[in-house]
């Protein structure tokens, strides 16, 4: 298996004076076990507790004390409680509620112990009213492999340090787009990108990519209990994908006869799922920042490989110089909007847009980021700037020196004169370094 990112950031929480319990969050199938897996070999021992298993289950259901939960823990793992640092895995959380209220225990009275909680489907606790103990417990969110880990996964270890660090030379640009374009076909799910690394062969992908849809999808029944949302959610599974990055409307949403409410509620659901998030537009080009919840949502699903296979584009993405034509640029901007969540660790971020509506002036700006006490604009075109007209509108609104584009050409920059005579910099920015940006920002800011 190849190594995550999130390998360090789970070693900095190992390392930390007051550890809590970490809760990992993240979509099926995104690589939560694979990812504990790999950072057991960190310790003397490790202890994975699946709550699925009715006997483990049962095991947290019934203890009579902490401390005899914790003594059955160990006899069942036959290890000692005193043999050296042990990492406690327990799987699945979300199917028994009295597991959630022994992390404040571990955090109180052991520790010593380092124990990460998962499950996918965590807001079904949340449903029945249980919920982890408060500030006895910490965060992580876990996304799918972003294009430094694929690479990674390729054996482009060298190119994967340099797309971090900036520094892809401009001998490498067009063999780094080539691997991004593969990428954007393969997407960041580990076993798509696994297999991919190992066979090179995208139509073996084809399976894998069924068997992913048609669990997402089989799960219908635990992510809602009436039947009028479950038909709902499975409506926006089939034929959602091909909305990526568009905004939506929920009225007859994709020629549906589901009322408004019913599609916004399904939404939700599927939302708390992780595998989508409904991105509201900011009208303000500086803080604070608040999304317009009237305006209409921008989808984003959770990984472009999957969007690709279910909109039949691997063919068209492989074959294609210019990734701004396919979808009307639509897949271009996914994989950005993906590359840009998928360096963070941070549970509850959330994605920006920028619109203007006014009568006789409409813009819309693909992304803003925040950086420090920055507001920037990311737009994702090729073209010349003349094109940009929707960022130069915001720019003309902002006080900010500096706007970032996103393309398939190498990196440079030109200084642009805004209506009130000042000038901001465009740093025109090659695709493939879209999850490093804050090392461009580092330098410059």
């Given at each position: ?291 317009d919840t009237k305006k209409s949502p921008k989808l984003l699903w959770l990984d472009t490989g999957l969007v690709n296979y279910v909109a039949g584009m691997q063919e068209d993405l492989l074959f294609s110089t210019d990734t701004d034509e396919l979808w009307n640029g639509d897949i271009a901007e996914h994989v950005v909007a993906q590359e840009l969540l998928g360096a963070s660790f941070t549970f509850g971020e959330k994605r920006m847009f920028w619109v203007r509506e006014a009568r006789n002036s409409q813009a819309e700006v693909d992304f803003l980021i925040r950086y420090k006490s920055h507001v920037l604009p990311i737009e994702v075109k090729t073209g010349n700037n003349s094109k940009l007209r929707s960022l130069h509108l915001f720019m003309n609104e902002s006080k900010e020196k500096l706007a970032l584009r996103l393309w398939n050409g190498s990196f ?34």
């Open positions: 298996m190849f190594q995550r990112l999130a390998l360090d950031y789970l070693r900095g929480w190992a390392n930390k004076e007051e550890r809590k319990p970490l809760v990992l969050r993240g979509a099926r199938q995104v690589g939560k076990t694979t990812l504990v897996e790999l950072f057991s070999k960190d310790f003397d021992n490790y202890i994975y507790i699946n709550l699925e298993e009715k006997d483990n289950a049962a095991m947290f259901a019934g203890y009579s004390s902490f401390e005899d939960l914790l003594v059955g823990i160990f006899f069942k793992a036959k290890i000692s409680q005193d043999s050296g640092r042990t990492l406690i895995f327990i799987d699945e959380i979300q199917n028994e509620p009295n597991a959630v209220q022994t992390l404040r225990y571990f955090y109180e009275k052991r520790p010593d112990l380092y124990v990460i909680a998962a499950g996918s489907l965590l807001e079904s606790l949340m449903g029945r009213h249980i919920s982890f103990p408060v500030g006895r417990v910490e965060y992580m969110a876990l996304h799918p492999c972003n294009f430094v880990e694929f690479l990674q996964a390729m054996g482009e270890s060298m190119l994967a340090e340099q797309v971090c660090n900036f520094s892809v030379p401009n001998s490498l640009h067009e063999y780094t787009l080539d691997l991004f374009r593969k990428y954007m076909i393969v997407g960041g799910l580990p076993e798509a990108v696994a297999n991919y690394a190992q066979h090179r062969d995208f139509v073996r992908l084809e399976g894998i990519f069924n068997s992913l849809l048609s669990g997402y999808r089989d799960d219908v029944e635990k992510y809602a209990s009436k039947p009028k949302e479950q038909d709902c959610i499975r409506y926006i599974l089939n034929y959602g994908w091909s909305l990526a990055a568009h905004r939506i409307q929920f009225a007859k949403f994709s020629n549906s006869s589901f009322k408004s409410a019913d599609v916004s509620n399904a939404f939700r659901i599927l939302e708390k799922t992780l595998l989508l998030e409904l991105v509201y537009p900011q009208t303000s080009t500086s803080f604070p920042l608040l999304p440079s920059s030109d200084n642009i004169s805004k209506s009130d005579g000042n000038v901001f910099t465009l740093y025109n920015i090659p695709i493939y370094y879209a999850g490093s940006l804050d090392k461009l920002l580092g330098r410059i800011l």
